[in-house]
């Protein structure tokens, strides 16, 4: 079983819509999730942290953290071209961070 | 604020070859992280060094080594280069070392011909 898994794409969705992306974690022991966006060509840049069950909002991004289910997610409201890239969920162990595979998402206009 | 900073960019090496890269964190942040990403998938862990000790090891070969300065930066090192040695190598940069975010420099791409 892999440490993270992500819900495989690509995802692609019409300009101004909800883009929602899944992640799933196999250590119950994990304290600090993150989802990182990751443009073509470029390296991941930390959009979202989340510590604690619930949801956290930060403009148009949603984080979601459900630790009885081991689940992240991460909801981008009203959708833009620029949102276009491949988001990577990273759970963090202590002194290491374990991403998933990442899912591509590409906004329509 | 200057962010992470990482040298080279783009760096192209034979099979057998040493390479080293180099990682400057964000001023103030005390831990550098390394991380290997190969085209398709997550990164993975290699090292995080913070007070310049090794505080973590990722599931990588001896010909893989690194070291932290007194300056916080960090250089990997990476011997007997193999073909599958190609892949970008990021440094990230923490606070501190534990569950602290972590902070992507913009890589070093190496190729092994």
């Known amino acids: 079983q892999k440490e993270v898994e992500q819900n495989s794409g690509p995802l692609s969705v019409p300009e101004g819509a909800i883009a929602s992306l899944n992640c799933t974690y196999s250590?119950?022991?994990?304290?600090?999730f993150f989802w990182y966006r990751q443009y073509s060509g470029k390296s991941p840049e930390l959009i979202m942290s989340?510590?604690?069950?619930g949801d956290k909002e930060d403009g148009r991004f949603t984080a979601q953290l459900n630790k009885a289910s081991q689940y992240v997610s991460l909801l981008i409201r009203d959708s833009q071209p620029s949102d276009s890239a491949t988001y990577l969920c990273?759970?963090?162990?202590?002194?290491?961070?374990?991403f998933g595979a990442g899912t591509t998402v590409t906004v329509r206009a | 604020d200057a962010g992470v900073t990482q040298s080279p960019t783009h760096l192209i090496k034979t099979r057998g070859q040493q390479v080293t890269l180099r990682c400057s964190p964000i001023s103030g942040h005390k831990s550098v992280s390394w991380y290997q990403q190969v085209l398709g998938q997550g990164p993975q862990f290699i090292f995080q060094?913070?007070?310049?000790?090794?505080?973590g090891r990722g599931n990588f070969p001896d010909r893989f080594s690194a070291r932290q300065f007194p300056n916080y930066s960090s250089e990997l090192n990476v011997n007997a280069l193999l073909l599958g040695d190609s892949a970008l190598y990021l440094c990230?940069?923490?606070?501190?070392?534990?569950?602290?975010?972590?902070?992507f420099g913009p890589g070093t791409r190496l190729t092994v011909t």
């Open positions: 990273a759970v963090n162990n202590d002194y290491k961070l374990s």
């Open positions: 060094y913070y007070e310049k000790e090794e505080r």
């Open positions: 990230a940069s923490s606070l501190y070392r534990g569950t602290y975010e972590q902070y």
């Open positions: 250590d119950r022991v994990s304290q600090s």
């Open positions: 989340i510590y604690s069950n």
